[in-house]
């Protein structure tokens, strides 16, 4: 079997508008973030919004998930942790389902259609060491990059509604 090879950064043709927020507990971010995904064009997806039909939490997350064009994953400060010989070092993190959820992206979406954004200083997994991510700042100003990112993985944004 001869299978054609992607570029992990390179964007996969969808006719999809649909935006998967990969979050944490901070309901804040995700809302503003969702929003303003909505006010772009595009349609959140937000998990513990959809309705579950009986499907186990991986069955609803992969039902969605799937239908997805793009993702953004919000890597806020919700839990800590650090290595069993330095337990006194404990640094910000993700939640666990976030890091789950950002591999699946990676694989199933290409790196070039999955942007990930952090609040604050979050420790990030090794493997996700030279992933350009999103600050997301206190003035706004990741809306702009973020807004960029979406239109380079080939979404159909429109930027004037956010004006």
Known sequence: MNAEKRSLSEP??????EVF????????VKSEVARFVDNSGLEAVILDEKPGGG????????????NAAF???????DDVGASKDKRDELKPR???????????FFKGLGRGRVCA?????????????????VFLDPNSGWKLTLLQEMKEAG?????????
């Open 55 to 66: 499907l186990t939490i991986i069955e609803k997350f992969e039902k969605y998930a799937n």
């Open 21 to 28: 927020i990969v979050h944490g507990h901070d309901r804040a």
């Open 12 to 17: 996969t043709v969808t006719s999809s508008s």
């Open 155 to 163: 979404l159909p944004v429109d930027g004037s509604k956010l004006v």
């Open 71 to 77: 993702a953004i994953v919000l890597l806020t400060p």
């Open 94 to 104: 993700a939640r666990q389902n976030v890091i789950f959820e950002i591999g699946y």
């Open 117 to 133: 954004m952090s609040k604050e200083e979050v420790e990030f997994p090794s493997d996700l060491n030279g992933v350009s991510y």
